[in-house]
C-alpha cells in the first residue's frame, strides 16, 4: 500500500518569494512515479509536474521544480517567484509503475500568496 | 472542447432521485477514472476503466453505477444517495496502457449536493 503524508496544512508567503511544499511518501513498490497538482477555488485538479524513481535529475517545468530525494522518501515542490495566481490547494500523489491503477493523494497544502 | 470535461458543474438532488454525472475526455485517452473529493479527506479512487472495461471498483456502495460507453465517455448514475455523499466528483483520464507512468489529467469537478 502506498501512503502520502503532506505536513503543512496551510501557507502564507510573499508575492515573488520561492516556496517549498513537502511531501513524503511510503511504498513497497519498487518502481513508481510522484505527481504534484494543483486545485484553485474552482475544483479543477491540474496536473504540475511528474517525477519517476529512477530519473536520475530532478524534474523541472518552468517556476515548479520537484526536490526529489529518494532515500528520504520525500518529493517536495518548490514553486519559485510565486505570484497571486498560485494562490490554491496542492497535492501530491504517487502511483505505482506496474500492477493496480490507483492514484494515491496526500491531504494538501492550503498555498495563500500574500500580495 | 479540449482536455476532460464534466456536467453538470453543479448537482444539487434530493435523497430519492435519480441524477447522472457525465465527463467526456477529447485525449484520445484509454482510461477514464471517477474520484470523490469529500472536506478534509483525501482524494478517493472510486472506478477505474481501460478501453471501456472496468478494471477497479473501490469498494463503492452499489448506489453509484458507472457506466462507461466509449473510450471518451463516462457516466457515473446515482439513485438513493445519502447526505454524506455530498462532494467534489473529478473525473480523470490516462493514455498508454494499464500502469505505466502516464499522468492523469482530470476534469473540473461535478459539485454534489444531497439534500
Known amino acids: 500500500a502506498q501512503k502520502i503524508t503532506q505536513t503543512q496544512p496551510g501557507m502564507f508567503v510573499q508575492e515573488k518569494e520561492a516556496v517549498t511544499l513537502d511531501c513524503t511518501y511510503d511504498?513497497?513498490?519498487?518502481?513508481?512515479?510522484l505527481f504534484w497538482y494543483k486545485q484553485p477555488s474552482s475544483g479543477e485538479m491540474i496536473f504540475l509536474i511528474y517525477?519517476?524513481?529512477?530519473?536520475?535529475q530532478n524534474a523541472t517545468e518552468g517556476r515548479y521544480s520537484l526536490n526529489f530525494q529518494k532515500a528520504r522518501k520525500s518529493a517536495n515542490l518548490v514553486i519559485s517567484a510565486s505570484q497571486l495566481g498560485d494562490s490554491a490547494m496542492y497535492f501530491c500523489?504517487?502511483?505505482?509503475?506496474?500492477?493496480?491503477?490507483?492514484?494515491?493523494f496526500g491531504t494538501g497544502t492550503r498555498l495563500t500568496i500574500i500580495p | 472542447e479540449t482536455g476532460v470535461t464534466q456536467t453538470p458543474r453543479h448537482l444539487v438532488m434530493g435523497m430519492t432521485n435519480k441524477k447522472s454525472l457525465k465527463c467526456e475526455q477529447h485525449?484520445?485517452?484509454?482510461?477514464m477514472y471517477w474520484y470523490k473529493q469529500s472536506a478534509k479527506k483525501p482524494l478517493e479512487l472510486m472506478f477505474v476503466?481501460?478501453?471501456?472495461?472496468?478494471?477497479e471498483n473501490n469498494s463503492v456502495p452499489s448506489r453509484f453505477s458507472p457506466e462507461c460507453p466509449n473510450s471518451s465517455h463516462l457516466f457515473l448514475h446515482l439513485h438513493t444517495l445519502q447526505p454524506e455523499d455530498s462532494a467534489l466528483y473529478l473525473c480523470?483520464?490516462?493514455?498508454?496502457?494499464?500502469?505505466?507512468?502516464?499522468?492523469?489529467?482530470f476534469g473540473p469537478g461535478t459539485r454534489l449536493t444531497v439534500l
Open positions: 480523470a483520464s490516462r493514455g498508454g496502457t494499464s500502469g505505466g507512468t502516464d499522468t492523469q489529467y
Open positions: 511504498t513497497s513498490d519498487p518502481s513508481y512515479g
Open positions: 517525477q519517476g524513481s529512477y530519473d536520475q
Open positions: 500523489a504517487m502511483r505505482p509503475n506496474f500492477g493496480n491503477e490507483k492514484l494515491t
Open positions: 485525449l484520445g485517452h484509454n482510461a
Open positions: 476503466y481501460n478501453f471501456k472495461e472496468q478494471t
